[in-house]
């Protein structure tokens, strides 16, 4: 039976002493392969991701790992325990209001006096080597930047959000696949995968699957990737050929403040499939351990849009609101969406009618999520929905 390593990271300390820490569970096979870095909860609410972490331990005690990995739950303690009254509040810093997967440092767009980074120069110095070679030496160059950005951050000390992003960012720039597990607030399961991944991504089988730019923006994902899509971008005009190597994923799995452990072995089957394409054990030994949820997966409809087709609806009017449609599901332009019963212009009984909105979808959808909360405001958020989707 293969054993994991564990490494308690402090990554915060409160004001009577007592420091938070993360821990992070490595195990490495014996022969090589590719290094997976998987972690979960960067928000506190959203824990799904956790009993997921804990399957992919079960499943890969048992099998021949080429290659290594790094699962990492729980990587937000601060926001895992940041509490308003039973519900955790854990998307946002409770001291700065920052949204904990939007503070990720831009390790390109960083000051390249601090990192010492030029992709051009860089390019220029690895063009003739052979492919592999080439990734790690990049690993190695985002490696030192990050410890070069630690170091100058580390004179005026570093903030809460920037201590946990940066230490995650050092992990993950050495592998060679990232995961990041998430959830909506009321949602299905779907996957953001970055336009690079348009056709690796189809080796993840998520039901869901929004293409996002090759841009940084903040989150994880991003974060990570982006590096890697502006070395091909230098490679690519230099005349030269570069195929990425790297990938990395925001993986949303259902609903926050819910975990379901028979729902963790599908989402586990998941991630499984993926890895097994990519050459981490053989695909046989996911038939064995988890072969209805394999079933359930190959029969399963996939179905994709690009971010500029993702809609938000707002609610048009403060009140309680009945979401007339569930994640996952598919409505039809004209359908009603949701209903608001709204109490403020009810003078008369004759004036009942005019107490409820309904909302129709202005196209055909796919329900990705929606507010949980039956009490909104005017602007909430109320339904994101794929439009303009196609089946993969």
């Known amino acids: 039976m293969n054993q994991f390593n564990r490494e308690d990271i402090s ?4 004001s009577n002493g007592q420091k938070l820490e993360i821990r992070k569970f490595s195990l490495k096979g014996e022969e090589q392969g590719p290094h997976v870095h998987i972690q979960a909860s960067v928000h506190g609410a959203e824990v799904q991701g956790n009993p997921v972490i804990y399957e992919l331990m079960r499943f890969f005690t048992k099998v021949n790992l080429k290659g290594s ?42 000051d390249s006096q601090i990192t010492d980074i030029d992709l051009s120069t860089f390019w220029n110095e690895i063009r003739e080597l052979p492919p592999r070679e080439q990734a790690e030496k990049f690993k190695t160059l985002q490696k030192k930047g990050f410890k070069k950005i630690r170091d100058h951050l580390n004179n005026y000390g570093l903030s809460d959000n920037v201590e946990m992003n940066l230490t995650l960012q050092e992990f993950a720039c050495e592998a060679d696949i990232v995961l990041d597990l998430h959830t909506g607030p009321a949602a299905t399961r779907y996957l953001y995968a970055g336009e690079y991944a348009l056709k690796k991504m189809k080796d993840i089988p998520f039901p869901h699957n929004l293409i996002i730019p090759n ?40 609903s926050e403040e819910v975990i379901d452990f028979k729902m963790a072995r599908l989402d586990c089957t998941r991630l499984l499939i993926f890895l097994a ?22 029969k399963e409809k996939r179905y994709a849009c690009l971010l500029s087709h993702y809609a ?39 004036d009942l009618d005019h107490c409820i909105d309904r909302v129709k979808a202005l196209k055909d959808a796919i329900i990705i999520n929606h507010t949980p909360s039956a009490s909104v405001t005017k602007g909430t958020i109320a339904y994101q929905v794929m439009e303009e989707y196609y089946e993969l």
């Open 11 to 14: 990554i915060n300390q409160l």
């Open 69 to 110: 990995l790094n699962l990492i739950p729980l990587v937000n303690p601060l926001g895992s325990n940041t509490k308003s009254g039973t519900y955790t509040q854990g998307r946002f810093n409770p001291v700065t209001g920052d949204n904990w997967n939007r503070n990720f440092i831009n390790l390109i767009g960083y």
């Open 215 to 254: 841009e940084f923006g903040g989150a994880m994902d991003e974060a990570t990737f982006f590096p890697w899509t502006e070395l091909t971008r230098i490679a690519h005009e230099c005349g030269d050929s570069f195929i990425n190597p790297f990938e990395s994923y925001t993986v949303e799995l259902g």
């Open 312 to 350: 938000t609806y707002y609610a048009q009017k403060g009140g309680l609101i009945q979401y007339s449609k569930r994640p996952g599901d598919h409505i039809k332009m004209g359908e009603e969406l949701y209903r608001i019963l709204d109490f403020s212009d009810l003078h008369h009984l004759n």
């Open 277 to 298: 394409e990519r050459g981490l054990f053989s695909r046989d030994e996911i038939a064995k351990e988890y072969p209805k949820e394999l079933d359930y997966i190959q």
